[in-house]
């Protein structure tokens, strides 16, 4: 093999190693889901971080609130949480029975105590503080 190519070869196979383990360890970010009443259940029985999302898709303080949830979702602290989104017009039931008056309501819970609640909340600091109410940092 001509030595150009083992070169190339040896550079290939280090980049290929090194592609292969960079994901290990590193935290994945927290995903927004759509709510389902069993993936609910499950994320309050495992005691996990939840923040569950009222949205509707016409709401202007909903579309506000987006980024700075993904914003959150995407910090390694908050790798734990679990994100449900409730669309307000479709999920009458689960809007209920959250106690959710409006859309932009987003309520934090951790396991199945709730931490705290806002409404119409478009300030990422408070937001933050909701979220660290939920995953306990």
């Known amino acids: 093999m001509d030595r150009p190519f083992a070169v190339t070869w040896a550079m290939l196979g280090a980049l290929a190693a090194f592609l292969t383990l ?43 609130q987006k980024p700075i949830l993904a914003a959150l979702a995407a910090q390694p602290e908050n790798t734990s949480l679990f994100i449900f989104a409730v669309d307000f017009d479709t999920q009458k039931a689960v809007v209920r029975e959250l106690g959710a008056q409006s859309q932009s309501t987003l309520v934090a819970f951790q396991g199945k105590t709730e931490t705290g609640r806002s ?14 109410s939920a995953v306990g940092k």
């Open 22 to 64: 960079a994901p290990v360890g590193r935290a994945h970010a927290a995903e927004v889901r759509p709510y389902d009443a069993a993936s609910f259940k499950g994320a309050q029985a495992s005691g996990a971080p939840i923040l569950v999302e009222v949205t509707a898709p016409w709401c202007p303080t909903c579309r506000a």
């Open 119 to 132: 409404v119409g909340d478009t300030n990422p600091a408070s937001i933050a503080a909701l979220v660290r």
